[in-house]
C-alpha cells in the first residue's frame, strides 16, 4: 500500500491494533489466540512493511520468572493507566476468592451446626444420638415400666439393612441393648426416632455372630407402640413371679459368661433376686415344700453369680458379701464356699479362705471340683505357713533386735561316762544291802511270832 492517505489509515489502525491488543491482554486471551490475531492484523498492513508480534507489542509481558510485567514499548501515561488496571483487576479476583473460600466455610459451618442440632446427644459425648422423625403423642415411659417397640437396625460402615424387629422389654432391665434402653427412655408413644450409637451401646467389642462384625456402630430405626406401665410382682402368682426371675438369671449368665459384659450381668442378677425376694411381697402360699427349696436353691444361685460378678469386676467386698448371702442361703452348697474363698483371699483373709476351700471340698459329693481345690489347698497352705514364719521372725526382731536369742535349740547335757570298776561296786553295795534287809526282815518275823 502507498499514498499518504494510506499513511494515516495505517496510522490510525496501528493506534486502533494497540488498543485491540491491550484489550486481549487484559481479557486473559491465551497464546494461541494471539497468535491467529496477529495474523489477521498483519492481512491489513502493507506486506512490505515487517510483522510485529503481539508479544512484542503486548503491554503485558512475562518475565524469566513467568510474572506479567509491563512492555516498555508503551507511553508512560499509557503505562501508568494499564498498571493501575491490572492492580484493580487482580484485587478483584483476590477480593473474589476470599469471598467464595468465606461462604463456603459458612455453609459448610452451618451445616455441621444444623445436623448436630437436629440430633440429641444423650450421653454427651457423641457417642449416642437421637432424632425424631415423627413426634408421638403418648405418654413417654418410666424405667421399670414394660414397653413395645418394633425397629430396623443398620450397619453404616457395611452398607447392611438388619430384618425388622419387634421387642417388649422392661426398661432399665437390661434385657436388651443399651441403646434401645436408654434411648426408648427418651421417646413418647407413637413416636418415631433414628438412633445412632457407637458400638459400646450395642454388641460391644465381640459382635454378634454371623451377621454383626466386632465394634459395629448401628444405625436404629425405632418406633415406639405401646407403653404397658410397670410390672406388678405383687399381685402375680408364684409361678409367673419364678419365671420371670428365671429368665433375668439366664441374662445375666449370657451376659457374664458369653458376653464377658460383667457389670450388665450383675444387675440381671440382681433384678433376677429381687423378684423373688419375700420381703418385696412374693407370695408363697400353697406352694409346695419341693418348689420352695428349689426356690431357696434357686436364690443361693444367683447370689453366687452376682459374686463371680463383682470378683471379675474387683469389687471383692461386694464379691464376699454375695457369696456370705449365698452360704447362708444353702449351706451345703459347694461353690458358694469356693466364690467365698476366692473373695477373701483377695482381701488377705488366708485362714478363712482356707476354712472355705476345706468346705467346699466336703460339699463337692461329685468331684467335679475336687482336683482344683486340693490344689488351692496345698498352695494356700505354704502361703500361710511362710506367712506364720515371717511374723514370728518380725515379732522377735522386734523385742530381741538383729540378733535374737536362738530358743529352739537348747544345749543337751551329756551323762558322764562311768568305769567298770565303779559300776561293779555299785552293784555289790545294792546286793548287800538288799541282803541286810532280808536278815533283819526274818528276825523281825522270828520275835514276833516267839
Not at 499514498?3 to 486471551?29: P, Y
Not at 506486506?47 to 508503551?74: F, I, R, T, Y
Not at 493501575?84 to 452451618?110: F, L, W, Y
Not at 422423625?133 to 452398607?159: A, D
Request: hydrophobic share 30%.
Amino acid at each position: 500500500m502507498s499514498g499518504t492517505g494510506d499513511v494515516g489509515q495505517d496510522a490510525q489502525t496501528k493506534a486502533s491494533e494497540e488498543g485491540d491488543k491491550a484489550n486481549l491482554v487484559m481479557n486473559g486471551v491465551n497464546k494461541d489466540d494471539d497468535q491467529s490475531n496477529s495474523n489477521e492484523l498483519s492481512q491489513d498492513g502493507s506486506q512490505n512493511q515487517p510483522q510485529k508480534s503481539l508479544k512484542d507489542e503486548s503491554p503485558v509481558q512475562n518475565n524469566s520468572n513467568g510474572n506479567a510485567v509491563l512492555g516498555d514499548n508503551l507511553d508512560p501515561t499509557v503505562k501508568e493507566e494499564t498498571s493501575q488496571t491490572i492492580c484493580n483487576h487482580e484485587h478483584s479476583q483476590e477480593q473474589n476468592e476470599t469471598d467464595k473460600t468465606e461462604e463456603a466455610s459458612s455453609s459448610e459451618n452451618k451445616t455441621v451446626t444444623e445436623e448436630k442440632d437436629e440430633f440429641m446427644d444423650i450421653l454427651g459425648n457423641g457417642t449416642l444420638l437421637k432424632k425424631v422423625i415423627v413426634k408421638g403423642s403418648g405418654n413417654r415411659p418410666q424405667m421399670g415400666e414394660e414397653v413395645f417397640i418394633k425397629y430396623v437396625p443398620e450397619i453404616p460402615e457395611l452398607e447392611t439393612v438388619l430384618p425388622e424387629e419387634q421387642l417388649e422389654f422392661v426398661l432399665g432391665d437390661g434385657n436388651v441393648v443399651q441403646a434401645l434402653d436408654l434411648a426408648v427412655a427418651l421417646m413418647n408413644v407413637g413416636e418415631t426416632a433414628i438412633i445412632i450409637s457407637g458400638y459400646k451401646y450395642m454388641y460391644g467389642e465381640l459382635g454378634l455372630q454371623p451377621d454383626i462384625p466386632p465394634r459395629s456402630n448401628f444405625k436404629l430405626t425405632v418406633e415406639l407402640l405401646t407403653n404397658k406401665g410397670p410390672l406388678d410382682y405383687p399381685a402375680m402368682d408364684f409361678e409367673t413371679r419364678f419365671s420371670l426371675a428365671k429368665k433375668k438369671k439366664d441374662r445375666g449368665n449370657y451376659l457374664l459368661v458369653k458376653r464377658k459384659e460383667y457389670f450388665p450381668a450383675l444387675n440381671s442378677y440382681t433384678k433376677a433376686s429381687k423378684i423373688v425376694d419375700p420381703t418385696l411381697g412374693c407370695v408363697f402360699n400353697n406352694v409346695s415344700p419341693e418348689k420352695l427349696q428349689e426356690l431357696l436353691e434357686f436364690r443361693a444361685i444367683v447370689h453366687c453369680n452376682a459374686s463371680l460378678a463383682n470378683f471379675k469386676l474387683e469389687s471383692y467386698d461386694a464379691a464376699e458379701k454375695s457369696a456370705q448371702e449365698a452360704c447362708l442361703l444353702w449351706p451345703s452348697y459347694s461353690k458358694a464356699h469356693w466364690r467365698l474363698a476366692q473373695a477373701q483371699e483377695k482381701l488377705g483373709k488366708l485362714e478363712e479362705t482356707i476354712k472355705n476351700y476345706k468346705l467346699a471340698l466336703k460339699f463337692d459329693t461329685n468331684n467335679t471340683n475336687s482336683k482344683l481345690f486340693h490344689g488351692e489347698l496345698e498352695r494356700l497352705t505354704k502361703i500361710l505357713k511362710k506367712s506364720k514364719a515371717s511374723e514370728k521372725e518380725m515379732y522377735s526382731k522386734m523385742f530381741w533386735g538383729s540378733n535374737p536369742p536362738n530358743m529352739d535349740n537348747k544345749p543337751i547335757l551329756k551323762r558322764k561316762e562311768e568305769s567298770l570298776g565303779s559300776w561293779v561296786w555299785k552293784t555289790g553295795v545294792t546286793v548287800a544291802g538288799a541282803g541286810l534287809v532280808g536278815l533283819a526282815s526274818i528276825g523281825i518275823y522270828k520275835y514276833i511270832n516267839h
